[in-house]
C-alpha cells in the first residue's frame, strides 16, 4: 500500500488540508474497509479499478470516477474490486464551500459526480486532465488551477464560520458551541444554518468528530495507553462517553479498533494525516 500526501499551493492552503493519493497492488486480496469521519469532504478520482460502497450489508453500488464525498456522520464502507488507484483533494470543514452554491448538507454521506455539482464542461476537462496526466505533480497542478480559477468567482472564506472551526480545530472540538457565540441562542441558531450550508454537519457535530480524530490519533500512535487515558486526553467527560461516541462514529468499540482488518485504510489514513 503506497498513501502519499502533498500539500496545495499557498493561495489555496486555506481551503485545501492536502492532496492525496493511494495505490494498493491487486494482488492484494480485497475486503471491506470502514472510512471513519473526519470532519473533511474530499474531491476524488479513481484511476484504477472499480470501488463499491455499501449501502447495507450486502448491497452496494460501483462509485462514479470522479466524486465530491460529503461530510460523513457514519462510517463509508467500501471495497476494491482489484488494483486500486485514486486521487484525491481533502479540503478543510469550510473549504469547499467557498467553491461551489450546493448546501453541503445535501451531500451527506454520499458520493455525487463533480459534474453535477461544477460546470459539466469545466469537470469533464479536469477528470481527463487527471485521468491523462502521467504523474501526481501534474495532476495537483490541474485540480489547483481548476480552483483557482473558481476561487475568483466565489466570496472569501465566512469568517464566523472559520472562526468557530479554527477554535474546535484548536482545542480538539472540546470547546462548547455556546462559549465560541458568547452564550446567545440566536447567534447559535445563526450559526448552525451557517454550518449546516457551508460545512455540512452541525457545530456540534463537527466537534464530536473533531474529538473523536484526536482520540483516534492517540489510540493509533500510543498503543500501550488504556481507554480511560486516552478518553481523559481527549477531554472525553468519562471513558463510556469516549467509547459511545467511538462506536457511533466508527461502528466498533476502541478496544476492537485496532485489530479489525476492516479499519487498515482509516488506520493508514489517520496515522499518516
Not at 502519499?4 to 494498493?24: D, M, R
Not at 471513519?36 to 449501502?55: A, H, K, Q, S, W
Not at 459511545?244 to 466498533?252: A, E, L, N
Request: net charge negative; with cysteine.
Amino acid at each position: 500500500m503506497n498513501y502519499q500526501t502533498y500539500p496545495p499551493s499557498v493561495k489555496l492552503e486555506s481551503f485545501i488540508k492536502c492532496h492525496w493519493s493511494l495505490e494498493v497492488p491487486a494482488g492484494m486480496h480485497p475486503q471491506k474497509q470502514r472510512i471513519v469521519p473526519d470532519g473533511c469532504m474530499e474531491m476524488i478520482f479513481i484511476l484504477g479499478d472499480n470501488i463499491r460502497r455499501y449501502t447495507s450489508d450486502n448491497d452496494f453500488i460501483i462509485q462514479p470516477r470522479a466524486v465530491i464525498v460529503g461530510q460523513l456522520s457514519r462510517p463509508f464502507v467500501i471495497e476494491p474490486t482489484g488494483y486500486v488507484h485514486c486521487f484525491a483533494t481533502r479540503f478543510y470543514p469550510y473549504g469547499l464551500a467557498n467553491f461551489m452554491t450546493t448546501p453541503l448538507k445535501e451531500l451527506e454521506n454520499k458520493e455525487t459526480p463533480i459534474a453535477e455539482l461544477f460546470d459539466p464542461v469545466a469537470s469533464r476537462a479536469l477528470e481527463q486532465r487527471i485521468v491523462l496526466a502521467n504523474t501526481n505533480a501534474e495532476r495537483i497542478e490541474a485540480v489547483q488551477e481548476f480552483f483557482l480559477d473558481k476561487l475568483n468567482e466565489q466570496s472569501t472564506i465566512d469568517h464566523i464560520i472559520k472562526g468557530t472551526i479554527d477554535v474546535l480545530l484548536s482545542t480538539n472540538g472540546s470547546t462548547p458551541i455556546k462559549t465560541i457565540v458568547d452564550n446567545e441562542q440566536a447567534g447559535r441558531r445563526q450559526l448552525e444554518r451557517k454550518f449546516l450550508r457551508q460545512v455540512g454537519l452541525s457545530p456540534k457535530q463537527l466537534g464530536k468528530v473533531i474529538r473523536l480524530q484526536a482520540a483516534l490519533k492517540l489510540l493509533l500512535n500510543r498503543r500501550h495507553e488504556n481507554l480511560t487515558e486516552i478518553a481523559y486526553q481527549s477531554d472525553y467527560y468519562d471513558q463510556a462517553h469516549f467509547i459511545r461516541d467511538f462506536k457511533d462514529f466508527t461502528g466498533i468499540n476502541p478496544s476492537d479498533f485496532l485489530k479489525d482488518e476492516e479499519m487498515l485504510l482509516s488506520s493508514v489514513f489517520y496515522t499518516s494525516d
